[in-house]
């Protein structure tokens, strides 16, 4: 039995505690400022506000100010946090943390570094280690298709593991694998993180071609299928540009996790407003208003910007991802979403390359 | 311009007129004997029965007993014949053919050879060509997601063409490809071929997923997303125990049509009632009844076989096919559903190997 603080009580980080209940852990879930009124839920025995659905008994609820009793003793730390709060949050982790921990984490999606750079997270959190323990901290990032309510409900769900030490990601793996939450391992932290950041970029497109049917009125399947090939292919060519590899994209975290994030959610639907008709300023104009953040929005631009990084440091064209160009013109300068998908897909090739 | 002609004027092999005429080319497209219908409202004017939609004018329907006028001075063929016909079709059309010539199939599925071994289509199709012919005539196969009406509507479709020899299937992308009728060609019709006839038989396990949701109160997105990535891997490992390669199977043919496959369908639908609790033996029946044919179906079992004839060639182990194992044991051998999706992805693996 391990001691595992979960830091961040929103949907995901919470849904952790099933697999690490079921698998007899001591589980501590420490929320934010923002997750007051949740943490104020559970220490009444309500419903977990996010879920509308219970949480197992034993979880230990900690508050805001709670966090030195959340990390007493902990063995293991799971960071549950959104991707722009990440580094700030795991700033006032950092003084609990001993050496040969391992820290899990579920966020997902691009920052900038203190450089300027746009980076992927796993850099976030290794520059905000001090230096004595930059060796002896195992980061384990967890990716693949997991919408969190599911886990939550137990319905059989099957996600990936990467860490550049693999015994860290087996021994997270252990932690929390059940018969219906299964763990793979694998070593490739950037094919993981970069299609956890890029599925929601990538699930816009895919909505368009929902939102073409009522714009043309007939279906468009096909062209949906399409894009989801050259958007797998996309996700390879940016992992290999940044060192990673093909593993993750083509397993879990690439071709699983924008299946499920092609099915539903607010990134499709935002895609599916704009290729019903309205420009993407006026679709982001109308969310903003409902007060609905979709990730997919920030990883096109971020997306973006990490490719035309890549292309100056020579690792890339940018004409090698005519997607991820095209989302960026509808999505950030207005181009026409029918025209400009019917012209990419000319240009597109989900044409395999070792 | 070249002189095209259809064999088989099925909704696929009909659907092909539409990017042929755009494309400036005569077109002939001759009907079996269970065409009659669909030929004689073609030659009076009327709606192609399969699309109910208006096929381009230019077109030139030709009835069972013209094949001879039909395949006059032709310059090229595309079989678009059901599986179960394609090599007695093939028969009647063999005396035609001369030296040179490009033979397209959309067929797709597996058959029997004389020897009573489990082939793809392409074996059948070398088979039926006489030995004078064998080296002088090149197929190319057509895979990759396309629902044929959606090549009616023009819908923006991307679809692979393979064959040995890559010439071949450059000439015949050259006469195809249009703006929204977009064309690959690679030489992997191993791979080709294993994803157009599994993603059937896949797709029906997909389905399951869907229909868990009715038995179980709640959704089984991450179930599904799991199915669809272990389906992916194991079209890769069918296709390269059977000498193929990876290329199809992570493009268009296999990630792009098992996802189109998987949106809708009957071999979806036949999944979702098992998936709800029907047994398989009720839910073939309930479809057989309502003369429902699913391609799924067949395919799981010709799959089946085939994966076994190849672990007697050591050219793979069947243990490394749990999915296409389970999905036999539901639907040939009444196993329960649920138990046994949720059993068998605990065995399954998205991990990529080159």
């Given at each position: 039995m391990s001691k595992v603080t979960i830091i961040g009580a929103g949907a995901m980080g919470s849904a952790l505690v099933v697999p690490l209940i079921t698998n007899g852990h001591e589980v501590r879930l420490w929320g934010t400022e923002l997750d007051n009124k949740i943490i104020r839920d559970l220490k009444n025995g309500k419903d977990h506000p996010k879920h509308k659905y219970p949480l197992p008994k034993a979880v230990k609820p900690f508050s805001e100010e709670e966090l030195p009793a959340a990390m007493e003793d902990t063995d293991m730390v799971i960071m549950g946090i959104t991707s722009d709060a990440l580094g700030m949050?795991?700033?006032?982790?950092?003084?609990?943390?001993?050496?040969?921990?391992?820290?899990?984490s579920v966020t997902k999606g691009f920052e900038y570094a203190t450089d300027g750079r746009v980076v992927l997270l796993p850099d976030i959190?290794?520059?905000?280690?001090?230096a004595e323990l930059k060796d002896s901290i195992s980061f384990v990032f967890i990716g693949g298709p997991c919408k969190a309510i599911e886990v939550v409900w137990e319905s059989p769900t099957s996600v990936c593991y990467s860490s550049a030490n693999l015994e860290a990601a087996k021994k997270l793996q252990a932690t929390l694998m059940t018969p219906v939450y299964?763990?793979?391992?694998?070593?490739?932290?950037?094919?993981?993180?970069?299609?956890?950041a890029m599925k929601n970029a990538y699930a816009v497109g895919l909505g368009m071609a929902e939102g073409?049917?009522?714009?043309?009125?007939?279906?468009?399947?096909?062209?949906?299928?399409?894009?989801?090939?050259?958007?797998v292919a996309e996700m390879g060519i940016l992992s290999r540009a940044l060192g990673g590899s093909l593993v993750s994209v083509y397993g879990l975290p690439?071709?699983?996790?924008?299946?499920?994030?092609?099915?539903?959610?607010?990134?499709?639907?935002?895609g599916e407003v704009i290729g019903e008709g309205l420009t993407a300023s006026?679709?982001?104009?109308?969310?903003?208003?409902?007060?609905?953040?979709?990730?997919?929005?920030?990883?096109?631009?971020?997306?973006?910007?990490?490719?035309?990084?890549?292309?100056?440091?020579?690792?890339?064209?940018?004409?090698?991802?005519?997607?991820?160009?095209?989302?960026?013109?509808?999505?950030?300068?207005?181009?026409?979403?029918?025209?400009?998908v019917t012209i990419l897909l000319q240009q597109c090739t989900g044409a395999y390359k070792q």
């Open positions: 949050i795991f700033e006032r982790v950092v003084p609990y943390l001993k050496p040969g921990m391992i820290i899990g959190l290794k520059e905000k280690l001090p299964r763990v793979e391992a694998n070593t490739d932290v950037i094919g993981t993180e970069i299609c956890a073409f049917k009522k714009r043309k009125g007939f279906l468009h399947n096909n062209t949906k299928s399409a894009l989801f090939t050259f958007a690439g071709v699983g996790d924008l299946e499920v994030t092609g099915e539903a959610g607010r990134n499709r639907t935002l006026q679709a982001v104009a109308k969310m903003k208003a409902e007060g609905i953040t979709v990730e997919g929005y920030p990883a096109i631009r971020f997306g973006y910007l990490m490719a035309k990084q890549l292309e100056q440091e020579q690792k890339l064209f940018l004409k090698e991802l005519p997607l991820l160009a095209g989302l960026y013109a509808i999505l950030y300068e207005d181009a026409p979403a029918y025209e400009t």
